[in-house]
C-alpha cells in the first residue's frame, strides 16, 4: 500500500523511536504537528479576475522559538505535504543544532506559469494573512525560500511585514533568504547545494565506509549523478565539481543527459537557459525518460528535485553506491530497505540537506545583532597577521610572494565566516549520525540513526522545560 508523505515521515520516526527510551507521551508530544493553518484568500490576476488561492503555514513543533522553515509554491501541494516537510524541518534543525522548532509553508501556484506582478501580489497576501493570525515573526515563526520561491519572494515578504510593524527593531529576522542588500548574509543562495557537498565529503572520507563499497576515500573522482537543475542542484554541481567529482549524468523533468567523461555543470546550465531544456547538449546522450537517470551506474545519486523519486517501484534498479538526499523525502520509506539491502548508504535529507537552515540561522543571526559577521574583526586580523608575517620576513631574511601574503594576512569576511560555520555545522552532525549509527545494535540506516539523534535532543530540551521530569 502506498502511504502519503507524511506517513512516511511518520513511520521513519517511529522506527527510531524503538531505540529510544522514553515514554508514549513524549513520543507523541514530539511526533504531531502542533498548528496547521490551511487558509484561502482571493487575489485579482493580471484580466483583474478574481482567484480563490489556497495556502498553507503549518508549525510542527514548537520546543524551541521561532519555529522555522520555507515556503513552496507549487500547484500540487497539500496539507499532507506541508506537515511532512513542517515535521521534518524539526528534526533536521535539531540534527544540526540550529535552536529553532519546524515549520513549513506553501502556496498553490505554479511560480513558472504565473506573472511576477501576481507572484508579488500572491506574495504580499499571503504574508498579511500569516501576521494577521501571528505566523510570522522574528521571535515566533521564520519562512524562508524553498521549491518555487527565492530572494525575490522573501524581500517581498519582508517589505510587508515591516511596512505593518512599524518601528519594530527586528523586523529583518522575519524571514530568512533575503537579498544581501535587503538583510540577507553572503552564503545564503549557495548554502543548501554547498552542504551537501560538505555533507557527502565527509561521508567519503571515512576510508572503511568506502572501502566496503569497493571505492576509494575522498569525494574526487566520484561519478554522480544529479536530479534536478535548481537552485540546490546547481550548486550541489558546482561545489562537487570543483572538489574534483565527475558529473556523468544531469536530469530535469523534460529529460535528462548523460557523458561518461562528465559534463560541465555550468554549459549544461547555460545550454538550459538558452533552449528551454537540458536536451541536445553537445557531446551527450539524451534520456527521453528522465526517471531513468537515477538508474544509472554511478557513485553518488543525488535527488535535488522532490519527494517520492526512488520508491518501492524502482528501487531494486538503483544502482549507486551512495545516495545524497539533498531533496527533502526522495526516497520513501518503502524503498530504503530495499537499498539497505543492496548495501547502497542512504545519506538522510534532514541531515544532507540542512545547509538552507543552518545558514538560515546565521542570517537571523545577523539580523537580531544589526551587524555583519566580521565587520569588526576583519581588519585587526589582517593588521596582526601583517605584523607577524614582516617579523618572520625579518628573522628569516626571506620574503613572501604576494600570493602567500594574501593568503596568509587575509581577515574572515561574511562570506568566510558562513562557509566556515556551514563545514563545521556539516561535518560535527555527520560524525554524531555516523557513531550512533555504528553503536546503535539493530539500528538499520543512516536516517533511523539521524532521528535517534535529533529525538534525543527535542527531548532533552522538553525535560529541560520542565514538562516532562
Ligand atoms: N527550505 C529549506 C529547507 O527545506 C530552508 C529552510 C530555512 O532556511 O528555514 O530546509
Same mark, same amino acid.
Given at each position: 500500500?502506498?502511504?502519503?508523505?507524511?506517513?512516511?515521515?511518520?513511520?521513519?520516526?517511529? +522506527?527510531?523511536?524503538?531505540?529510544?527510551?522514553?515514554?508514549?507521551?513524549?513520543?507523541?508530544?514530539?511526533?504531531? !504537528?502542533?498548528?496547521?493553518?490551511?487558509?484561502?484568500?482571493? $487575489?485579482?490576476?493580471?484580466?483583474?479576475?478574481?482567484? %480563490?488561492?489556497?495556502?498553507?503555514?503549518?508549525?510542527?513543533?514548537?520546543?524551541?522559538?521561532?519555529?522555522?522553515?520555507?515556503?513552496?509554491?507549487?500547484?500540487?501541494?497539500?496539507?499532507?505535504?506541508?506537515?511532512? %516537510?513542517?515535521?521534518?524541518?524539526?528534526?533536521?534543525?535539531?540534527?544540526?543544532?540550529?535552536?529553532?522548532?519546524? @515549520?513549513?509553508?506553501?502556496?498553490?501556484?505554479?511560480?513558472?506559469?504565473?506573472?511576477?506582478?501576481?507572484?508579488?501580489?500572491?506574495?504580499?497576501?499571503?504574508?498579511?494573512?500569516?501576521?494577521?493570525?501571528? =505566523?510570522?515573526?522574528?521571535?515566533?515563526?521564520?519562512?524562508?525560500?524553498? *521549491?518555487?520561491?527565492?530572494?525575490?519572494?522573501?524581500? /517581498?515578504?519582508?517589505?510587508?511585514?515591516?511596512?505593518?510593524?512599524?518601528?519594530?527593531?527586528?523586523?529583518?529576522? !522575519?524571514?530568512?533568504?533575503?537579498?544581501?542588500?535587503?538583510?540577507?548574509?553572503?552564503?545564503?543562495?549557495?548554502?543548501?547545494?554547498?552542504?551537501? #557537498?560538505?555533507?557527502?565529503?565527509?561521508? !567519503?572520507?571515512?576510508?572503511?565506509?568506502?572501502?566496503?563499497?569497493?571505492?576509494?576515500?575522498?569525494?574526487?573522482?566520484?561519478?554522480?549523478?544529479?536530479?534536478?537543475?535548481?537552485? $540546490?542542484?546547481?550548486?550541489?554541481? +558546482?561545489? #562537487? @565539481?570543483?572538489?574534483?567529482?565527475?558529473?556523468?549524468?544531469?536530469?530535469?523533468?523534460?529529460?535528462?543527459?548523460?557523458?561518461?567523461?562528465?559534463?560541465?555543470?555550468?554549459?549544461?546550465?547555460?545550454?538550459?537557459?538558452?533552449?528551454?531544456?537540458?536536451?541536445?547538449?553537445?557531446?551527450?546522450?539524451?534520456?527521453?525518460?528522465?526517471?531513468?537517470?537515477?538508474?544509472?551506474?554511478?557513485?553518488?545519486?543525488?535527488?535535488?528535485?522532490?519527494?517520492?523519486?526512488?520508491?518501492?517501484?524502482?528501487?531494486?534498479?538503483?544502482?549507486?553506491?551512495?545516495?545524497?538526499?539533498?531533496?527533502?523525502?526522495?526516497?520513501?520509506?518503502?524503498?530504503?530497505?530495499?537499498?539497505?539491502?543492496?548495501?547502497?548508504?542512504?545519506?538522510?535529507?534532514? *541531515?544532507?540537506?540542512?545547509?538552507?537552515?543552518?545558514?538560515? *540561522?546565521?542570517? /537571523?543571526?545577523?539580523?537580531?545583532?544589526?551587524?555583519? #559577521?566580521?565587520?569588526?574583526?576583519?581588519?585587526?586580523?589582517?593588521?596582526?597577521?601583517?605584523?607577524?608575517?614582516?617579523?618572520?620576513?625579518?628573522?628569516?631574511?626571506?620574503?613572501?610572494?604576494?600570493?602567500?601574503?594574501?593568503?596568509?594576512?587575509?581577515?574572515?569576511?561574511?562570506?568566510?565566516?558562513?562557509?566556515?560555520?556551514?563545514?563545521?555545522?556539516?561535518?560535527?552532525?555527520?560524525?554524531?549520525?555516523?557513531?550512533?549509527?555504528?553503536?546503535?545494535?539493530? !539500528?538499520?540506516?543512516?536516517?533511523?540513526?539521524? =532521528?535517534?539523534?535529533?529525538?534525543?535532543?527535542?527531548?532533552?530540551?522538553?525535560?529541560?522545560?520542565?514538562?516532562?521530569?
Amino acid at each position: 500500500m502506498a502511504h502519503s508523505f507524511y506517513q512516511d515521515v511518520m513511520r521513519n520516526f517511529e +522506527k527510531a523511536t524503538k531505540f529510544l527510551p522514553y515514554s508514549e507521551g513524549l513520543m507523541a508530544t514530539i511526533k504531531e !504537528c502542533n498548528s496547521v493553518y490551511k487558509m484561502s484568500f482571493p $487575489v485579482k490576476d493580471d484580466e483583474g479576475k478574481i482567484q %480563490l488561492i489556497e495556502a498553507y503555514r503549518v508549525e510542527h513543533s514548537h520546543h524551541k522559538l521561532p519555529t522555522k522553515g520555507g515556503i513552496r509554491y507549487a500547484d500540487n501541494v497539500d496539507q499532507d505535504e506541508v506537515m511532512a %516537510l513542517a515535521a521534518l524541518m524539526t528534526f533536521k534543525c535539531a540534527v544540526v543544532d540550529v535552536p529553532f522548532g519546524g @515549520a513549513k509553508g506553501a502556496v498553490k501556484i505554479n511560480s513558472r506559469t504565473t506573472s511576477v506582478p501576481m507572484l508579488e501580489r500572491v506574495t504580499r497576501r499571503y504574508a498579511m494573512e500569516l501576521i494577521k493570525k501571528n =505566523f510570522i515573526g522574528p521571535g515566533i515563526d521564520v519562512p524562508a525560500p524553498d *521549491y518555487g520561491t527565492g530572494p525575490r519572494e522573501m524581500s /517581498w515578504i519582508v517589505d510587508t511585514y515591516s511596512s505593518i510593524k512599524d518601528g519594530e527593531l527586528d523586523a529583518l529576522g !522575519c524571514v530568512t533568504g533575503k537579498p544581501v542588500g535587503q538583510g540577507g548574509i553572503q552564503g545564503r543562495t549557495e548554502a543548501t547545494g554547498l552542504g551537501v #557537498f560538505y555533507g557527502m565529503r565527509e561521508v !567519503c572520507n571515512f576510508e572503511e565506509d568506502m572501502t566496503a563499497l569497493g571505492l576509494t576515500k575522498g569525494i574526487e573522482g566520484k561519478t554522480t549523478v544529479i536530479q534536478g537543475l535548481g537552485n $540546490v542542484g546547481y550548486h550541489t554541481a +558546482k561545489f #562537487f @565539481a570543483e572538489g574534483g567529482a565527475k558529473i556523468v549524468a544531469i536530469a530535469e523533468y523534460e529529460g535528462a543527459i548523460y557523458n561518461e567523461n562528465g559534463l560541465d555543470y555550468e554549459a549544461v546550465f547555460q545550454h538550459r537557459k538558452a533552449t528551454g531544456s537540458l536536451l541536445n547538449f553537445p557531446g551527450a546522450t539524451n534520456l527521453e525518460n528522465s526517471n531513468a537517470a537515477l538508474e544509472l551506474e554511478c557513485d553518488i545519486l543525488i535527488p535535488a528535485a522532490l519527494e517520492n523519486q526512488i520508491t518501492a517501484e524502482n528501487a531494486s534498479r538503483i544502482k549507486a553506491k551512495m545516495i545524497g538526499e539533498a531533496a527533502n523525502g526522495p526516497v520513501s520509506a518503502d524503498a530504503e530497505p530495499i537499498l539497505a539491502q543492496k548495501g547502497i548508504i542512504v545519506v538522510p535529507d534532514m *541531515y544532507l540537506n540542512a545547509g538552507g537552515v543552518t545558514v538560515s *540561522y546565521f542570517e /537571523w543571526l545577523k539580523n537580531l545583532s544589526h551587524v555583519r #559577521f566580521g565587520r569588526l574583526t576583519k581588519r585587526f586580523e589582517e593588521n596582526s597577521a601583517n605584523d607577524i608575517l614582516k617579523m618572520v620576513e625579518e628573522m628569516t631574511g626571506k620574503k613572501a610572494t604576494d600570493v602567500q601574503r594574501k593568503t596568509i594576512i587575509q581577515g574572515a569576511g561574511e562570506k568566510d565566516l558562513v562557509y566556515s560555520g556551514l563545514e563545521e555545522t556539516m561535518i560535527n552532525a555527520y560524525h554524531e549520525i555516523r557513531h550512533t549509527y555504528k553503536s546503535t545494535q539493530g !539500528c538499520p540506516d543512516l536516517r533511523t540513526a539521524a =532521528f535517534m539523534v535529533a529525538v534525543k535532543k527535542i527531548a532533552t530540551s522538553y525535560e529541560l522545560l520542565g514538562i516532562f521530569p
